[in-house]
């Protein structure tokens, strides 16, 4: 993996005040999950979450324009779900401007950050979940989620329940995902509907 501090100075150069320090918190709780769960992966996992939102600022125009460059076709669900277009384009500029870090796993972890999936792996669960609770989100179900997570002392589990704990924050948090779009009457990506199906039926799904 490539200097991560010449990474950082770059997608500041990228982004508004407001997303970048989104952006620092989301890569300090990633690599605080990463010591929890994959120490090895840590330093993979604070260049996905510097890089997730590099697109999140484009308008839907420009968004759109990138995907069918790239001929992505989206499903019917996902272009009524414009917030969740830079998790498909985010991947293609990484890919394109930052070839260094273009690893499967760090695009497949930026791919899946905004809806999840079903067969989710463990590095995509976690960049997921530190987009959703990172130290700078004050929404009541990302506070909530976060002292959740963190009020039972992950680091004093056994491994096996550390991951079944991972695994029941982030089956929460898509629960959260579904109630709140349901509410505001938005439609809910089918891959988000899928990933919780999904953590819903397995016993252990990392």
Not at 1 to 9: C, F, G, I, P, V
Not at 137 to 144: E, I, L, M, Y
């Given at each position: 993996?490539?200097?991560?501090?010449?990474?950082?100075?770059?997608?500041?150069?990228?982004?508004s005040p407001y997303r970048f320090t989104h952006t620092l918190g989301v890569a300090d709780m990633a690599a605080r999950l990463a010591a929890l769960y994959c120490?090895?992966?840590?330093?993979?996992?604070?260049?996905?979450?510097?890089?997730?939102?590099?697109?999140?600022?484009?308008?839907?125009?420009a968004q759109l324009a990138l995907l069918q460059r790239a001929g992505i076709a989206l499903?019917?669900?996902?272009?009524?779900?414009?917030?969740?277009?830079?998790?498909?384009?985010?991947?293609?500029?990484?890919?394109?401007d930052f070839p260094d870090f273009a690893t499967d796993a760090l695009l497949s972890a930026v791919r899946w950050h905004t809806t999840g999936r079903a067969g989710m792996t463990l590095t995509e669960a976690i960049l997921y979940l530190a987009d959703y609770i990172e130290?700078?989100?004050?929404?009541?179900?990302?506070?909530?989620?976060?002292?959740?997570f963190f009020a039972v002392h992950p680091e004093k589990m056994t491994r096996t329940a550390?991951?079944?704990?991972?695994a029941e924050v982030v089956r929460i948090s898509l629960e959260m995902t579904v109630a709140d779009l349901t509410a505001a009457g938005a439609p809910v990506c089918a891959d988000t509907l899928a990933a919780l199906s999904?953590?819903?039926?397995e016993q252990n799904p990392f």
């Open positions: 993996m490539s200097d991560l501090t010449a990474l950082q100075t770059a997608v500041a150069e990228r982004m120490p090895d992966e840590g330093e993979m996992l604070r260049a996905a979450a510097l890089l997730h939102d590099i697109t999140k600022e484009l308008d839907d125009e499903r019917a669900d996902e272009r009524s779900s414009p917030k969740i277009y830079h998790g498909i384009t985010a991947p293609l500029v990484i890919v394109r130290e700078g989100r004050t929404f009541p179900d990302c506070v909530a989620l976060r002292e959740r550390r991951l079944l704990h991972l999904w953590l819903k039926a």
